[in-house]
Nanobody
Framework: QVQLVESGGGLVQAGGSLRLSCAAS????????MGWFRQAPGKEREFVAA????????NYAESVKGRFTISRDNAKNTLYLQMNSLKPEDTAVYYC???????????????????WGQGTQVTVSS
């Protein structure tokens, strides 16, 4: 069992930056991939970014490439999402999630992630 707790959300003006954190605890040695997803009001949850917990591979949604950076600190069991050049359309609840199955093909599929944090609100004003 892995527990995830996000922090770092808030209100920011368009063009601003925020950094989200996700602290993992429990059986972190079983994590293969960690990712960030987001859900805006009235919309389905969507993939934002993911990385291999013990590797170098990373992947981003097209909508955030060049603006968001996913990273980790394995010593602290913490996942980060640095968000720059924020836009109003980035407004959503952001969730971190852990995936325990090997493979890279389905990293953007939320159903493959079995542990989820409670979410943190990010609001970007225009």
């Amino acid at each position: 069992q892995v527990q995830l707790v996000e922090s770092g959300g808030g209100l920011v003006q368009a063009g601003g930056s925020l950094r989200l954190s996700c602290a993992a605890s429990g059986r972190t040695s079983s994590i293969y991939t960690m990712g960030w997803f987001r859900q805006a009001p009235g919309k389905e949850r969507e993939f934002v970014a993911a990385l291999m917990w013990l590797g170098v591979s990373k992947n981003y949604a097209e909508s955030v490439k060049g603006r968001f950076t996913i990273s980790r600190d394995n010593a602290k069991n913490t996942l980060y999402l640095q968000m720059n050049s924020l836009k109003p359309e980035d407004t959503a609840v952001y969730y971190c999630a852990a995936r325990f199955t090997v493979g890279w093909d389905t990293i953007a599929y939320s159903d493959d992630y079995k542990s989820w944090g409670q979410g943190t609100q990010v609001t970007v004003s225009s």
